[in-house]
């Protein structure tokens, strides 16, 4: 048989990833372009400049394409995962009436305004680029959540004329949905010419970009977590069940048809906080990782291995960005004194990061009364041994990492070898193509310590939140 390729598209909140998969799941190469930094005209206001999210597409596939070491005739479809919560408004033709708004837009967390009378359609992210891959107004249904008029049972618009009205959205303004799994439309010319993925090539559904991590990762049973550390960080469990009013989790779609993920509260500008510690500390490190012939990220995890469990009582409290209905909420360092630098602090990061996560996942489980017996690590942070051994850790738990850095485009690719026939089902394409890599074990004594400190964490904010909310009335 003639060897076939997947492309799996892995469209974040920093980067655009674009890899290449064989169908046991192996990668060839890939392409990553940087998004750029976001607009923010008014407070509140949370937008991807011009047109980046398909310019960042295209920079990103020609990268991926000119790696390929195969024949591009030999790829047989593309599995499109983008930004989940994101809200893009399109004009007649399918092009963009405005920037495409954030997930952390205020607006997309209210009903649409119609306010320009150019806006013909309202869709997500992946919307939008499966349009601009395949011509076609057509989008997965396992994107959709929040403020959209969707039956979360049927994964299908509402027939509710309540519920469309309260969205502020008309049927004709809305895609067509399909289930992961399912395809999209085929390659335009058009596409084909802007971003090199062979012309006709079907586009395959895939889900929101947390389901299709945990997809990639080959989480089907409810007692793994998978946590997920990207510009926001939550844990997630799989579930057949749809609950509402559910105290310390919500649920979302899976990337599995008729599955749901059960997703703890998390953390806004979780690992974004980490860049943010080390554009703080730029030059300084960028020439002492030179001089030590590393890369910068290897630097601080060198540095941060070498702090104690704790960080000499230095606590971090990741409220970077306030949640819309709380306001005041602010970051925290909380514990300096003369033995502390910048070491103390990303470790501090990262175990706030740990114990936050810890916190949400435990009150996740006790009210879904599902115990853990073990959780994956994915994203960019779990490439770092210092932050996997931190994890198993404070959890108490084994921690895996997967062999494969961009999860979410072997979610994508494991959707398009579905969508293309190569494999029967999710279960047999998981068996084929996920495979994992190292295990974490905890250490009983740093597990002993981080539950005393656990302990003093959980309460920080209860004593914070009156000067938060003082503060706040001079400076917001």
Same mark, same amino acid.
């Given at each position: 048989m003639t060897q076939r390729y997947l492309i799996g598209i892995d469209g974040g909140s920093q980067s655009t990833k674009v890899v290449i998969y064989d169908l046991r799941g192996t990668v060839f190469c890939e392409g990553r372009a940087s998004l750029r930094p976001m607009r923010l005209p008014a407070p509140g206001v949370v937008e991807h400049p011009d047109d980046d999210l398909w310019d960042s597409l295209i920079s990103a596939c020609r990268?991926?394409?000119?790696?390929?070491?195969?024949?591009?005739?030999? &790829?047989?479809?593309?599995?499109?995962?983008? &930004?989940?919560?994101?809200r893009a408004m399109l004009q007649k033709d399918g092009t963009l009436a405005s920037p495409v708004m954030s997930w952390m837009d205020a607006r997309v967390s209210r009903p649409y305004e119609h306010l320009d009378p150019s806006v013909r359609y309202v869709t997500t992210s992946s919307g939008y680029i499966s349009h601009r891959l395949t011509g076609q107004f057509r989008? #997965? !249904?396992? +994107?959709?959540?929040?403020?959209?008029?969707?039956?979360?049972?049927?994964?299908?618009?509402?027939?509710?004329?309540?519920?469309?009205?309260?969205?502020g959205l008309t049927r004709e303004m809305l895609f067509d949905l399909v289930m992961p799994g399912d395809v999209l439309g085929t390659v335009t010319p058009a596409a084909s010419a802007a971003t090199g993925i062979p012309c006709g090539l079907p586009v395959i559904a895939t889900a929101n970009d947390k389901a299709v991590e945990a997809l990639g990762c080959g989480i089907v049973e409810a007692d793994v977590a998978l946590i997920s550390l990207g510009t926001y960080i939550a844990g997630m469990v799989v579930g %057949?069940? %749809?609950?509402?009013?559910?105290?310390?989790?919500?649920? +979302?779609? !899976?990337?599995?048809?008729?599955?749901?993920?059960?997703?703890?509260?998390? &953390?806004?500008?979780?690992?974004?906080?980490?860049?943010?510690?080390?554009?703080?500390?730029?030059?300084?490190? #960028?020439?002492?990782?030179?001089? @030590?012939?590393?890369?910068?990220?290897a630097f601080m995890n060198s540095g941060a291995a070498g702090v104690p469990p704790g960080s000499d009582g230095l606590m971090t409290v990741l409220d970077w960005l306030a949640p819309t209905e709380?306001?005041?909420?602010?970051?925290?360092?909380?514990g300096f004194d003369e033995r502390h630098g910048w070491q103390h602090m990303y470790r501090s990061v990262l175990e706030g990061v740990a114990l936050t996560i810890k916190n949400r996942v435990d009150a996740m489980c006790a009210e879904l009364d599902q115990p853990l017996e073990r959780v994956i690590i994915s994203g960019g942070g779990s490439a770092s041994d210092t932050t996997m051994q931190i994890?198993?850790?404070?959890?108490?738990?084994?921690? #895996?990492?997967?062999?494969?850095?961009?999860? !979410?485009?072997?979610?994508?690719?494991?959707?398009?070898?579905?969508? &293309?026939?190569?494999?029967?089902?999710?279960? #047999? @394409?998981?068996?084929?193509?996920?495979?994992?890599?190292?295990?974490?074990?905890?250490?009983?004594? %740093?597990?002993?310590l981080y539950e005393r400190l656990n302990a003093v964490y959980r309460s920080i904010a209860f004593h914070t939140d009156p000067v938060l909310t003082q503060s706040y009335q001079i400076f917001h």
């Open positions: 990268l991926a394409l000119s790696r390929f070491p195969g024949d591009p005739s030999q &790829i047989a479809g593309v599995g499109l995962c983008t &930004i989940r919560f994101c989008d #997965t !249904a396992a +994107n959709y959540q929040g403020q959209w008029p969707v039956d979360t049972d049927t994964w299908d618009w509402s027939t509710d004329d309540d519920t469309l009205s309260r969205s %057949n069940s %749809n609950p509402r009013g559910t105290m310390h989790y919500w649920t +979302n779609f !899976a990337s599995i048809p008729g599955r749901y993920l059960h997703e703890s509260h998390g &953390i806004r500008r979780g690992m974004w906080t980490v860049s943010w510690l080390r554009d703080l500390f730029g030059e300084m490190l #960028t020439t002492r990782a030179q001089s @030590a012939g590393i890369s910068v990220e709380a306001p005041h909420k602010k970051g925290v360092m909380l994890f198993a850790d404070v959890l108490g738990l084994p921690a #895996t990492r997967h062999r494969v850095s961009s999860v !979410a485009s072997l979610g994508s690719a494991i959707c398009a070898a579905v969508g &293309i026939g190569a494999y029967s089902d999710f279960g #047999t @394409a998981i068996e084929g193509m996920v495979r994992m890599g190292q295990v974490f074990r905890p250490d009983p004594s %740093n597990v002993a």
